[in-house]
Every structure is written in structure tokens, then in C-alpha cells.
């Protein structure tokens, strides 16, 4: 039980690492496709997708992390994302010090 939780607090350490949250992500679009589509907006370093293990499938979201802050920027300004169809909802991370996550904690 201990290490289930370990790893999930892992995992939402990890995220916060990441410039952009994607969510309504198609279940036909992989990693890959995403990782092409946010790269005309600069160099993605990263793309995470987790998937149910459940079911197999993803569950619909990801982060996406960029080079700079300008290729953030590049991907906030334009007004929709569109794969196969479907409109993707976009949220910035907000990267805190560990002091102002600390203070919040208390």
C-alpha cells in the first residue's frame, strides 16, 4: 500500500514539470501524433499520456513539455487545437518554488 502511494506522489511530482495540460484528447490520437501536432509551435521534450490499465486505453489527457517559455506562449495564443475532429482544452502548469509549496502545506 505504501508503495502505491509513493508512486503516485511520484507521478503528480513529475507533472508538475510539464508546460501544458491537455485534456479531451481523442482515443484515436497517440503520443506520437501528439507530440507532431505541438511541435509546429517549437521542440517538445517531453509528452506524457497515461493510459487505464484497466481498459487499455488513455485516459484523454496529457502534459506536454516544451523547450522555452516562448514555445509555451506560442501554443496559449492560438485560440483552438483541433485532432481528428475533436477540440482540445488547454491549461498552463503553474510551477511553484518549494517554499510557496511548503507555506501552502502548513
Request: aromatic fraction near 10%.
Amino acid at each position: 500500500m505504501a508503495a502505491a502511494s509513493a508512486v503516485r506522489a511520484a507521478g503528480r511530482r513529475s507533472r508538475r514539470l510539464f508546460d501544458i495540460f491537455v485534456a479531451e484528447v481523442p482515443w484515436t490520437v497517440s503520443s506520437k501524433e501528439l507530440k507532431e501536432y505541438f511541435s509546429q509551435f517549437g521542440l517538445v521534450q517531453r509528452c506524457q499520456l497515461p493510459f487505464d490499465r484497466d481498459t487499455g486505453f488513455h485516459r484523454r489527457y496529457c502534459w506536454i513539455k516544451f523547450a522555452t517559455p516562448e514555445e509555451v506562449q506560442n501554443v496559449l495564443q492560438k485560440d483552438s487545437h483541433i485532432l481528428e475532429g475533436s477540440k482540445l482544452t488547454l491549461r498552463q502548469q503553474i510551477r511553484r518554488r518549494r517554499s510557496q509549496r511548503k507555506n501552502q502545506s502548513e
